[in-house]
């Protein structure tokens, strides 16, 4: 059950990428370009996503523990520190150029065009350097 | 501005936010798109199933919207290289930073996460400048 339930909201969080215009990376970019021609659609997304999980994450919360395991596994730091800072930064630039941030990346596979293709394997390959050098 | 429509976009985020909200509810689990590619790579451990689960699921939602709403998918304005380079970025920022806009933006503001307000608010800000720069300083880049 576990898995299954994975599965069902990794799909209804494609589907909500997808209609939400996010797996669109000239919209991405089109958004973030503040100073220029501002396109603020992604604000509405971002914003309808954030404003949901703002109401029912404390809700949720408030039980001991989820509906399908033992207790919720949280991130435990509250601290904020030079490599929160520093990777964000870094993140943001790489978002930046490309208008990709991981899950509209990884839905876009279907693709299978080389432009998201060579993304994904960079991505990868940025994942497992910081894996196996730096301690998260 | 643009002309834009805002009702996909609110139903988008919604679902998005639903999405999150329910694999908190069932599976006790933050739905950080990052944490959860990085730990589809070795080593793996008790997590990585269910985040292979989700990984399956991100895919086959993909599937049906390339069948149901093929407009939802363009590709970047960029070339190659310029993606490979933002792609290494992707990789190595949100795996030292702890996560993207998913876990830190969607989830983490939620939890009313010191870290994650800070994390969100400087990849906003790196992001936006990248594209000023672009746009303005060097087109070249495209």
């Keep these: 059950m576990i898995l299954v339930s994975a599965f069902l909201f990794g799909m209804l969080f494609a589907l909500g990428l997808g209609i939400g215009g996010m797996t669109q990376p000239a919209r991405i970019i089109g958004f973030l370009n503040v100073t220029g021609n501002w396109d603020p659609t992604l604000a509405f997304v971002m914003g309808g996503a954030v404003a949901t999980t703002f109401v029912l994450f404390p809700l949720i919360l408030k039980r001991r523990a989820p509906i399908l395991d ?12 030079a490599p929160l800072i520093g990777g964000a930064a870094l993140f943001g630039v790489g978002w930046g150029l490309s208008g990709y941030c991981p899950g509209p990346a990884l839905v876009s596979l279907v693709t299978g065009a080389s432009p998201v293709l060579v993304f994904v394997a960079f991505m990868a390959i940025g994942l497992a350097i910081a894996n196996r050098y730096v301690r998260v | 501005m643009q002309a834009f429509s805002v009702v996909t976009p609110l139903l988008g ?14 599976n006790g689990r933050i739905a950080g798109i990052s944490g959860i590619a990085a730990g589809l790579l070795p080593p793996w451990d008790r997590e990585t199933r269910w985040r292979l689960a989700f990984f399956s699921g991100l895919l086959t939602g993909g599937v049906i919207l390339s069948f149901a709403y093929p407009v939802a998918f363009s590709l970047p304005p960029r070339s190659l290289p310029v993606l490979a380079v933002a792609g290494l970025l992707v990789g190595l920022g949100t795996r030292i930073g702890n996560g993207c806009t998913s876990g830190h933006g969607v ?8 870290r994650s307000a800070v994390a969100t608010a400087t990849f906003m800000t790196t992001a936006a400048i990248t594209v000023y720069l672009i746009d303005r300083v060097s087109p070249a880049l495209r």
């Design chain 2, 13 to 26: 985020g919604v679902l998005i936010g639903l999405a999150a909200s329910g694999l908190l509810l069932y």
């Design chain 1, 70 to 81: 033992e207790r919720f596994a949280m991130p435990e730091r509250n601290y904020v520190d």
């Design chain 2, 107 to 114: 989830c983490g503001l939620a939890r009313r996460s010191m």
